[in-house]
């Protein structure tokens, strides 16, 4: 069983800077890549950043430069540090995990969190 707790969402206003946090526990093996979704009332949930396992990162074009995704592997972890933020930015932030439970699984699985309301507002 595999659980991702996020944390760090609310209220924030334009240019102003929010964290969030994402830690996986239970049954993993070994947890592949690890990222950021966020679902906007009426609109498509869309990737925003995701860094893999050795580092490597990728931003959504609309949140370059202004997020900075990283992970903690030996606590499972992953943060988005989200700075000047825009009205735009308002979204259901979910996150996801790419993730082996066992030494013997091939493909990894996907597991999301229950998702965390980031809403930047004056």
């Known amino acids: 069983q595999v659980q991702l707790m996020e944390s760090g969402g609310g209220l924030v206003q334009p240019g102003g800077s929010l964290g969030l946090s994402c830690a996986a526990s239970?049954?993993?093996?070994?947890?592949?890549?690890m990222g950021w979704f966020r679902q906007a009332p009426g609109k498509q949930r869309e990737l925003v950043a995701q860094i893999g396992s050795r580092g490597n990162t990728n931003y959504v074009a609309s949140v370059k430069d202004r997020f900075t995704i990283s992970r903690d592997n030996a606590k499972n972890t992953v943060y988005l540090q989200m700075n000047s933020l825009k009205p735009e930015d308002t979204a259901v932030y979910y996150c996801?995990?790419?993730?082996?439970?066992?030494?013997?699984?091939?493909?990894?699985?996907?597991?999301w969190g229950q998702g965390t309301q980031v809403t930047v507002s004056s």
């Open positions: 239970g049954n993993i093996f070994r947890i592949n890549v």
């Open positions: 996801n995990a790419e993730l082996r439970t066992s030494w013997s699984q091939i493909v990894d699985q996907p597991y």
